[in-house]
């Protein structure tokens, strides 16, 4: 099933932007309002630092925003990483805060822009627009800089490895449709002893472990087409169209791959 945005893979993402210099400068915590530096919060006890992602965003234009944070905060339960995620409404901050968008990410640090800092964050980065997404390395040179609503978390799975999002369920599910997307129109059956089949059906079935849903029944269906298993693509594809009619949720796509599937039958 396709995720609420679509996604579009981070090529050789690690390498896109990398500075040598270290960088610091002051945000406040949304728990107590203490001011608190950037270098503080990524400091290791020997001299290393955190791989750290930080994420901007608002919730006055930016809902998009939290999309991508929701995804990190689901991975960064992993313990691979740590989350800052930092809001930018500045003086509107109060408001903002009163709708408690922030406090579903529990496992991320959670600050705020305040521009009468001296060394405030938005001296070293843009405010104006979001979501900035920053990625730093044991070193805390940035390694990584973008802004776009679609990073996902699984996008990084090559580089931290599967246990990054291997206890996100809608991560791994985002993962493997990807795969079902790039080779939907291959016209040709996929082995399981391919290695990116194989992987796929690995994280699906994780997530499926994890929480079954309509999103990723329906993706395990997609999977199996695939893969040539049509009688239980079929059986699973139903399955999905059941969940979904208990979620109330469209299942369109899922009738049009149940036509493919019969088709091959």
């Not at 002051?26 to 309002?33: C, D, G, P, Q, T």
């Not at 800089?145 to 990054?164: C, H, L, P, V």
């Not at 291997?166 to 996929?190: C, M, P, R």
């Not at 499926?208 to 329906?218: A, I, M, R, T």
Request: proline share 2%.
């Amino acid at each position: 099933m396709k995720p609420y945005l679509k996604i579009v893979l981070v090529a050789a993402c690690f390498i896109s932007f990398a500075s040598k210099a270290q960088v610091n400068f002051a945000l406040r915590k949304v728990s107590n309002n203490e001011e608190v530096s950037f270098s503080s919060l990524i400091a290791n006890e020997d001299g290393t630092s955190k791989l750290t992602f930080l994420v901007t965003w608002s919730g006055k234009w930016c809902f998009p925003c939290m999309d991508v944070i929701a995804s990190l905060n689901e991975a960064a339960g992993s313990g691979k990483v740590q989350l800052i995620a930092v809001n930018i409404d500045d003086k509107k901050w109060p408001e903002v805060k009163a709708e408690g968008y922030h406090s579903q990410w529990t496992n991320a640090i959670n600050l705020y822009l305040d521009t009468e800092l001296p060394n405030s964050f938005h001296k070293y980065f843009s405010t104006s627009s979001a979501p900035l997404t920053l990625f730093f390395d044991d070193f805390g040179h940035v390694q990584y800089m973008a802004s776009n609503f679609n990073i996902r978390a699984y996008q990084f799975t090559d580089y931290f490895g599967k246990e990054f999002i291997w206890n996100a369920s809608g991560e791994l599910n985002s993962y493997a449709w990807t795969y079902f997307e790039q080779h939907e129109n291959d016209g040709k059956v996929i082995d399981i002893s391919d290695e990116g089949m194989a992987r796929a059906m690995e994280f699906i079935k994780r997530s499926l472990e994890l929480e079954k849903y309509y999103n990723n029944v329906d993706t395990y269906a997609a999977l199996l087409f695939l893969n040539g298993q049509y009688t239980e693509a079929l059986k699973t594809a139903k399955e999905a169209i059941d969940l979904a009619k208990v979620s109330g949720e469209d299942y369109e796509g899922t009738n049009e791959l149940i036509q493919k599937i019969i088709e091959k039958m």
